[in-house]
């Protein structure tokens, strides 16, 4: 079975300082890994995303991932924070080819603060 | 092309009354899936359906139940309902087989009292 640990439920960044939210999954089979954002009373918005192939991954508003196998890491990464950048995140895996069939498994969320 | 669209947006229900949630995915996806959000249990899978069909299940009583139209939109019903069903209940859909990525609708917010 897949899950999602995001270390971290709070995280705090002054305005142009460098963001990282930390992910790390289990999965028994290739992982499909996903970054979420989402805003208050809204739904999520998908960041970035990782299936096959290069390894770094650039996303919507400046960020970016890096998918590690031996550190079964997905690690967000955004060089400059931005006060609009303040939402809670939430990493996810899932498989898609095993019987959960597109079903994503969601970590517990990060809520990111930026300080002007 | 218009996105996820989840009717209402907020619904107040009383113990033991029942609720229908409804969903209508994107054009031309073909599987929607049904999430619980709360602040205690975070983001709870549901279920998914495809072609009208449940495909997977999560791990939620029987009085959770949805379904599937041809058209694709979905709707979720809550029979007897409890006061740890208040949560907010995200919609998302996919173009289906193949297709990684999920588009979530703005969800619904349930509270029950």
């Known amino acids: 079975a897949q899950s999602v640990t995001q270390l971290g439920s709070h995280v705090s960044v002054s305005e142009g300082a460098l963001v990282l939210l930390r992910c790390n999954y289990s999965?028994?089979?290739?992982?499909?890994l996903f970054w979420y954002v989402q805003y208050p009373n809204q739904g999520l918005q998908l960041l970035l995303k990782?299936?096959?192939?290069?390894?770094l991954v650039k996303g919507i508003n400046g960020f970016e991932a890096e998918f590690k196998k031996s550190e079964t890491s997905f690690h967000l990464t955004k060089p400059s924070a931005h006060m609009s950048d303040a939402a809670e995140y939430f990493c996810?895996?899932?498989?898609?080819?095993?019987?959960?069939?597109?079903?994503?498994?969601f970590g517990r969320g990060t809520q990111l603060t930026v300080w002007p | 092309k218009a996105g996820v669209t989840q009717t209402p947006r907020y619904l107040i229900k009383t113990r033991g009354q029942q609720v229908t949630l409804s969903c209508s995915p994107i054009?031309?996806?073909?599987?929607v899936s049904w999430y619980q959000q709360t602040p205690g249990q975070g983001l709870q899978f549901l279920f998914e359906?495809?072609?009208?069909?449940?495909?997977n299940k999560g791990n939620f009583p029987g009085r959770f139940s949805g379904r599937q139209f041809s058209n694709s939109r979905s709707e979720m019903n809550v029979s007897t309902l409890e006061l740890g069903d208040s949560a907010l209940y995200l919609c998302?859909?996919?173009?289906?087989?193949?297709?990684?990525?999920?588009?979530f609708g703005q969800g619904t917010r349930l509270t029950v009292v």
């Open positions: 998302a859909s996919r173009g289906g087989e193949g297709n990684t990525e999920a588009f």
């Open positions: 999965s028994s089979v290739p992982p499909y």
């Open positions: 990782y299936t096959t192939g290069a390894t």
């Open positions: 996810a895996v899932s498989d898609f080819g095993g019987s959960t069939l597109g079903r994503l498994y």
């Open positions: 054009s031309g996806h073909r599987s």
């Open positions: 359906y495809f072609s009208e069909t449940q495909r």
